[in-house]
């Protein structure tokens, strides 16, 4: 059976339980973007972890911890926040998060060495340590998919082809997904390892069922944040596309990387809401458990299984 390593060491695919497939715990953001906006730095272990229980306490299991080295990883960190909740398995990220945030580094890194600093952070350990990434991510820029989003990807592709972590790639608002599953599926990533994160930014459903049917899983994350619209269109899209025969190619997160989305820093929704408020309405509004079940539990098994 596959493996699926985590911060505590590798897991089957059977243990992950109820998944959030896209998080953050603790980020220290570059010094540029952090004067900028403040608001990036989830930067206390304790807190941190306390909201990490409310997300046991409500069920969840697994949360895929995506932070990568050009956003703010640290490694001690999370570890540390993962020992204090150990009953929730902590899934690290190797790889790159966007263009964006690597600036010059993007440009005067080679691709090979990126290459080779993903492969480690997976096949060896991250930062010097033994905790090794069990996804690559990699990701592009706002309806922009220029060279440098080109080399992220084909990193990504390379790396995977050596190690079989699967990948999740950041869409900025939802946008280049299509094409950055292409590349991906040109270079060798299968369909089904691939998954594309907030793609509920952009509800343009032809187009995530035209994803979908390449068999390229859709990551939707944004719920929660009314800033992205009303939460009544993410929930008529899910419906719309689990009608249409696409559940079993979707993920669903939180992605809560500020800590005034994070009760426990004195915010909200908290980590727990997917779980909680959503996954009460979602009910209510008729769907089922199977169908809740498939969203958190099946989908992420078959993903992170490398099952078709």
């Known amino acids: 059976m596959t493996e699926i390593m985590t911060v505590h060491g590798p897991i089957t695919p059977d243990q992950l339980g109820v998944t959030d497939y896209h998080e953050h715990l603790y980020v220290e953001p570059p010094s540029w973007l952090h004067s900028r906006d403040p608001d990036f730095a989830l930067d206390s272990v304790e ?3 306390e909201e990490l229980k409310t997300f046991a306490a409500a069920g969840g299991r697994t949360l895929c911890e995506l932070t990568a080295v050009d956003f703010g990883r640290n490694v001690g960190k999370i570890k540390a926040i993962a020992d204090l909740v150990p009953e ?4 690290m990220t190797a790889g790159y998060n966007r263009p964006h945030y690597m600036g010059r580094w993007a440009h005067s890194v080679s691709e090979a060495d990126m290459i080779r600093d993903t492969v480690r952070d997976c096949l ?3 930062d ?3 905790i090794k990434a069990g996804i690559i991510k990699c990701g ?3 309806n922009n998919f220029n060279d440098i989003a080109q080399k992220l990807v084909r990193v990504a592709a390379a790396a995977h082809k050596e190690t079989d972590r699967p990948v999740i790639t950041h869409t900025t608002a939802g946008t280049m997904g299509y094409e950055q599953s292409g590349l991906l599926i040109e270079k060798g990533v299968p369909a089904h390892r691939i998954a594309l994160s907030h793609m509920d930014r952009n509800l343009d459903l032809p187009d995530h069922k035209r994803i979908a049917a390449l068999g390229v899983y859709l990551g939707y994350d944004s719920f929660g944040k009314s800033k992205y619209g009303p939460e009544s269109r993410r929930i008529a899209a899910l419906r719309e596309m689990i009608d249409s025969g696409h559940g079993e190619r979707l993920l669903i997160g939180n992605d809560l990387g500020r800590p005034s989305y994070w009760r426990a820093y004195g915010g909200g929704p908290g980590l727990d809401y997917v779980l909680t408020d959503f996954r009460k309405r979602l009910l ?3 769907f089922t458990e199977a169908e809740l079940t498939m969203l958190l539990v099946d989908n992420p098994r078959r993903f992170f299984a490398g099952e078709l």
């Open 124 to 126: 060896v350990g991250i």
């Open 47 to 49: 807190k941190s972890a």
């Open 284 to 286: 209510a509004e008729g």
């Open 140 to 142: 592009t820029e706002y």
């Open 128 to 130: 010097g340590t033994e």
């Open 88 to 91: 929730v398995n902590v899934i």
